[in-house]
């Protein structure tokens, strides 16, 4: 996923940001603070919320060392507002890995964007890291 800036918050009795129709309080927030998430959709459904709310150590920790930048800079990027994430498909690929397919919607300097991702996992005792994603362009 693109690095930004998010302007949207959250509390923890609102819906959680990605779109799993639970709480924040009861979705999300347990993998941001520490608990590790059990499959691999579900970290990526918490790394979309942790853009929504610019929780660049979180994504910092669940990128795969070999692949992760030095930084993200989401503080510096030009603001983006989360509009909303599907997950299309997920398939488990072996005993450690997984992809998960997803469009993530979101505006940037008032135009509406859409990521179109196919996100490679691994998991390393007991913790899923994302890995790299293929992109496909949005456009014809």
């Given at each position: 996923?693109?690095?930004?800036?998010?302007s949207a918050k959250?509390?923890?009795?609102?819906?959680c940001p990605c779109e799993s129709k639970k709480p924040y309080s009861a979705c999300c927030?347990?993998?941001?603070?520490?608990?590790?998430?059990?499959?691999?959709e579900a970290l990526m459904r918490s790394?979309?919320?942790?853009?929504?709310?610019?929780?660049?150590?979180?994504?910092?920790?669940?990128?795969h060392p070999a692949t992760r930048p030095a930084s993200l800079n989401l503080a510096e990027e030009?603001?983006?507002t989360w509009l909303?994430?599907?997950?299309?498909h997920v398939e488990i690929?072996?005993?450690?890995?997984?992809?998960?397919?997803?469009?993530?919607?979101?505006?940037?300097?008032?135009?509406?964007?859409?990521?179109?991702?196919?996100?490679?996992f691994v998991r390393i005792e007991h913790h899923w890291y994302y890995l790299t994603g293929e992109i496909f362009?949005?456009?014809?």
């Open positions: 996923m693109k690095s930004s800036k998010s959250s509390t923890t009795q609102e819906l927030e347990a993998y941001h603070h520490g608990l590790a998430a059990p499959t691999a790394r979309y919320t942790a853009y929504v709310l610019g929780l660049e150590n979180y994504l910092s920790k669940t990128w030009p603001t983006t909303g994430l599907q997950i299309k690929t072996g005993e450690t890995t997984a992809t998960v397919e997803f469009v993530a919607r979101y505006k940037i300097a008032g135009k509406a964007e859409r990521l179109h991702e196919i996100s490679q362009s949005s456009k014809p």
